[in-house]
């Protein structure tokens, strides 16, 4: 939005601008922030940044946790949920020094390498990547872990379950899994969509569409046009933002857990991307399965080599192997195919001009960190182009048919995603050379990854659960 110090301070004085807020994005891909008046923001705040403690973001120990932040002007908004005017921008992590140094595990750096390492390559000079975000919105969400008593309650007056309530009720319910491009007045929540899009087109996201998904209480969708990596990376930070901010001002509770309710869908995170070089499209091959290049199908072949461990970065949740489970939309199969979204890789069939070829990658979800992610998915890609791995003659399909009407004998043939967060741990402990050519990730940082995630784990394991209540309560 800026390119200089002077021109952003003008636009501050011609606009009202009180405030200035710097949003740095944690180990976990949430935003962290504070705020300085405007009238502070100068030379020394891009030259040194400012000071704050890194351990509190989960990279750091205490004893080396000083850290300084310096914003991106070129990513600056107005913020559109503060009633002091207020311009908001995201930014990068240093190290401290005399010159500061970028901290080689911020969730920017990392994705910024890791676009400087396929330029590098020469086999591209952009990854566009578009993510589709799924989310409920729910009327109430109450949850209790204590010694005593542990469970959760969520409500949402659209659900079917309410149709019997005896308060005011208007008889319009969404059944089960019946919500897929719903209209009003089963479709409740089509203003507060349109808002945030509107909201997000004006903070410089591009919306491709929007629609209420298959989950019956209350499942959205919000699609956007793709975009650069990092770019989008940042934009995906911002979709969240306004979604739960939209909703949390309209009374209402957003959520993109993957899997929030029993019985229902879930929510994915399914990633498009293409690359392209000089401006073309180097994924295009009217010749090719599905009119895909030689490029294309080996980019496919290191997603799918490396699937097992890039579920550690793209599903880092326990929760996310609640939704990836046989019998669902959300794909456990590693193999590609067209139209398919039983398959882990889908070929959209209509993404027929050589400017519109790509695939998705529909596993992911999104608890991940995006930085992370949009970035181990794009070096496996790349590890495919460069080891020219052939997914065909790897015995990844092409499978162009239901996976989940095959007999029990022929999907035991297809390599499955992990069923655990602890299992795709181990397959990223075993499987992450290709992360780090190039020093895109750094090895500390995966150890830090793996170490904090298996925490999670182990606190996860370590509490009963009520399905086990009627199963073993009584042996």
Not at 58 to 86: L, N, Q, R, W, Y
Not at 109 to 130: H, L, P, W
Not at 212 to 231: C, F, L, S, Y
Not at 313 to 320: A, E, F, Q, W, Y
Request: aromatic share 12%; proline share 7%.
């Amino acid at each position: 939005m800026f390119s200089d110090i002077k021109q952003l301070r003008n636009y501050c004085k011609e606009n009202g601008i009180r405030m200035i807020d710097f949003k740095m994005i944690d180990l976990y891909g949430r935003w962290r922030h504070l705020s300085i008046p405007a009238v502070r923001f100068n030379e020394e705040t891009m030259r040194r940044g400012i000071g704050f403690d890194g351990s509190n973001y989960g990279f750091a120990p205490v004893e080396k946790s000083d850290m300084v932040f310096i914003p991106d002007m070129a990513t600056a908004i107005i913020e559109p949920f503060c009633d002091v005017p207020t311009l908001s921008m995201i930014g990068d992590v240093f190290v401290t020094g005399e010159t500061p140094k970028p901290f080689d595990q911020y969730p920017r750096s990392v994705a910024s390498r890791a676009e400087e390492y396929m330029r590098a390559a020469g086999i591209a000079d952009e990854m566009k990547t578009g993510p589709e975000f799924e989310f409920y919105i729910f009327d109430h969400v109450s949850y209790q872990n204590d010694t005593h008593q542990l469970g959760f309650r969520i409500d949402a007056d659209q659900a079917e379950w309410n149709s019997s309530n005896d308060g005011q009720n208007l008889g319009y319910k969404v059944p089960v899994k019946g919500g897929y491009h719903m209209t009003p007045p089963m479709d409740v929540y089509f203003n507060l969509r349109s808002e945030m899009c509107l909201m997000l087109e004006e903070c410089g996201v591009e919306i491709k569409y929007h629609h209420h998904e298959v989950g019956g209480p209350g499942q959205q969708e919000i699609e956007v046009e793709p975009g650069p990596m990092r770019e989008m990376a940042d934009k995906t930070m911002l979709v969240k933002y306004i979604v739960k901010n939209v909703s949390q001002k309209a009374g209402k509770s957003a959520t993109f857990m993957p899997k929030p309710l029993h019985g229902e869908a879930g929510n994915g995170m399914h990633v498009h991307m293409h690359l392209f070089k000089d401006g073309e499209p180097i994924f295009y091959d009217a010749a090719g399965y599905s009119g895909l290049s030689r490029n294309a199908l080996h980019f496919i072949g290191g997603l799918l080599k490396h699937a097992r461990a890039l579920c550690a970065l793209t599903n880092p949740s326990t929760n996310s192997y609640k939704r990836l489970v046989p019998g669902y939309e959300a794909p456990v199969s590693i193999c590609y195919a067209t139209a398919n979204r039983s398959a882990v890789i889908r070929i959209p069939d209509y993404a027929k001009a050589p400017d519109q070829k790509r695939f998705e990658l529909r596993n992911p979800d999104a608890t991940c960190n995006p930085y992370y992610a949009y970035s181990a998915i794009l070096m496996a890609g790349l590890d495919g182009i460069e080891q020219e791995m052939d997914p065909a003659k790897m015995g990844f399909g092409p499978y162009d048919i239901n996976l989940y009407k095959l007999s029990t004998e022929e999907q035991a043939k297809i390599k499955p995603l992990p069923f655990t967060l602890d299992q795709a741990l181990d397959a990223l402990e075993e499987d992450h050379e290709f992360l780090l050519k190039g020093g895109v990730f750094p090895e500390k940082l995966i150890e830090i990854w793996l170490e904090k995630k298996r925490e999670e784990v182990r606190t996860y394991n370590a509490f009963p659960h009520p399905v086990e209540y009627p199963r073993y309560y009584d042996l």
